[in-house]
């Protein structure tokens, strides 16, 4: 009897354990699926593609320049950043001959390296569609398919330090590859220059820009020694020195701005 007991029941839980199993299995082929369809390239590994014509991620002012010698860079702002433009087709020292059906070329630079390449192709490009240049560029790139939805009809795809955009502008495609560490530092920056702001302007709110003293009818500098000796009786303040000379102040001898 307790054989058949045994049966019976391992009988009954066998069922179960198919599920069970399976459902491992599902868990388990979906991680792998997952794990395929993540882009782990680096922009280090990117190789050369005669779409990008002759540009790449980190190229200096000067290797620009060399590709380009009529490129004209824009001013570098105090984030350390600078921006150009180039259009082959409207600029007739430029030779087009290694710009076929690229309309404009955008560089942004980050401490004097590209950190975004942005092309636009003419409607004319061999890959007409979001769909066949996704295709396509995947294949120069060496890209895996894991690309996703980007704006109303474009696609992007995130790697380990970098991703590429593609979508449609003037009917012709549009490729963006743009540096997510730059921009990482770039925003960052961003960040630390509006504290800064932010603690001047506090700082300019606490601490007056002119100190008056009342009784000789002369005005200080804020940081000026001789001013903090004014007694709270005599003490005024003016904002600006103009302000204290209206006000019939005169600058003082010991420290003048």
Known sequence: MRRRFVTYNSMRHAPCLKIVTLVFLLLSVGNVVAQDS?????????????????????????????????????????????????????????????????????????????????????????????????????????LPPAWSPWKSQGQQLKCADFQVTVSIVAQGPSFRILDLTADEILTARRIAKEEEKEALAEKSEEEPEILGDKQ???YYPADCEVGKEISELNRTTFKTALEAQKAGYKPAKECKQ
């Open 38 to 142: 993540q882009c782990k390239v680096k922009l280090s590994e990117l190789p050369q593609a005669a779409e990008l014509s002759g540009f790449r991620m980190g190229m200096t002012l000067d290797q620009v320049k060399a590709r380009v010698p009529q490129v004209v860079f824009g001013r570098t702002d105090d984030l350390g950043t600078s921006k150009t433009s180039i259009n082959p087709y409207f600029d007739s020292r430029i030779d087009k001959s290694g710009f076929a059906d690229v309309r404009t070329v955008s560089l942004d630079f980050l401490d004097g390296r590209v950190t975004s390449l942005w092309f636009g192709y003419e409607p004319t490009f061999k890959w007409t569609t979001v769909a066949d240049f996704v295709k396509g560029i995947s294949q120069s790139l060496a």
């Open 216 to 218: 000789s009818k002369v």
